[in-house]
Nanobody, 125 residues
């Protein structure tokens, strides 16, 4: 059973950077398509960034393109999200997620089988 644990969230000023990390146990992340989602109270969880397992193709939400970068470190069994030029609208709980389903890329939210517990990111002056 794959387990995911996020870390790296916190409070940052607008324009600042954070790097989120998601450590996996129970299986190897190299077998999974991975993603980062975020959610604010009262809103749907939305996809932010995705990375495909067999070729590391990436995809991003329009709102974060050019500012966020997703990557994986198979040796550490970890997926990372580098977030630069942060804005107050980026404030949310960020979740990493994984799926073995191989279909359209990026996979829709309901295709993901495993979720972490989330890490809070707050962008505020």
């Amino acid at each position: 059973q794959l387990e995911l644990v996020e870390s790296g969230g916190g409070l940052v000023q607008p324009g600042g950077s954070l790097r989120l990390s998601c450590a996996a146990s129970g299986d190897t992340l190299a077998n999974y398509n991975l993603g980062w989602f975020r959610q604010v109270p009262g809103k749907e969880r939305e996809g932010v960034s995705y990375i495909r397992c067999f070729d590391d193709m990436t995809a991003y939400a329009d709102s974060v393109k050019g500012r966020f970068t997703i990557s994986r470190d198979n040796a550490k069994n970890t997926v990372l999200l580098q977030m630069n030029s942060l804005k107050p609208d980026d404030t949310a709980i960020y979740y990493c997620t994984a799926t073995v389903v191989d279909g359209p890329f990026p996979p829709p939210k309901d295709e993901y089988d495993y979720w972490g517990q989330g890490t809070q990111v707050t962008v505020s002056s």
